[in-house]
């Protein structure tokens, strides 16, 4: 996984991918100053896209938005063609609700990165129990909350409507599985579904 110059995967991918929080809404955002892509010939005139290019752009795409690896992605995309839902829609509901995605949307981090740090240091309980695996897997009626909430920042101020944030009490709680008509995330997972399906 890629951790240093995050803000050249949004250049890369021609979109803004909030991978920096704050920072993306600000005029440093690399993107806003510089939006052709990364290189020394990022400025020039780009070529034609064959099909197989446009799949492979928006995988990676959706990797770098959900901050996965490689054989991750994969991984979830083997889960989803063996579903009897559509596989673009399986997997991104897969990906959506991910415990480190389910804390960033209720506001409890302002990346996803920084939501996957709050995971993995284990300031995050799952229906009373602390979790640390960023990947665990939500379902209906589970509990999210920070382990300690003195001095606790909510940064968003609205939530996807598939979870419930309670702010008062700094905890949230995942209502349904989102359809993907309730996923905001701007993939073509048709695209997706046909690069892996080549």
């Known amino acids: ?25 600000s005029p440093k955002c690399s993107f806003t ?8 010939s990022g400025t ?11 799949q492979l752009r928006e995988k990676q795409k ?3 938005l959900y901050n996965l ?22 997997i991104l509901q897969m990906l959506e609700t991910r415990l480190d995605n389910v804390v960033y949307h209720l506001g409890f981090a302002n990346s996803l990165r920084s939501a996957r740090q ?19 897997s ?24 598939w979870l419930k944030l309670d702010k008062a009490n700094f905890c949230g709680e995942v209502v349904k599985v989102p359809m993907r008509s309730e996923i ?3 993939i073509n997972e048709a695209l997706i579904v046909e690069f892996y399906s080549r």
């Open 1 to 25: 996984m890629r951790t240093k110059n995050v803000c050249r995967r949004c250049r890369r991918e021609g979109v803004k991918l909030f991978l920096k929080g704050d920072r993306c809404l």
């Open 33 to 40: 100053r510089r939006s052709y892509v990364p290189g020394s």
């Open 44 to 54: 020039g005139r780009s070529a034609k896209l064959s099909d197989y290019a446009i």
């Open 62 to 64: 959706a990797k770098s």
């Open 69 to 90: 690896r490689e054989n991750q992605f994969q991984n979830y995309y083997l889960k989803a063609s063996k579903s009897k839902e559509a596989s673009g829609e399986k």
């Open 118 to 136: 709050l995971v993995n240091h284990k300031k995050i309980k799952v229906n009373g129990k602390i979790v640390n695996i960023p990947s665990f």
């Open 138 to 161: 939500l379902r209906e009626k589970m509990k999210i909350e920070p382990v300690v909430k003195t001095g606790f920042k909510i940064f968003k101020s609205e939530v996807p409507v």
């Open 184 to 186: 905001s995330t701007d």
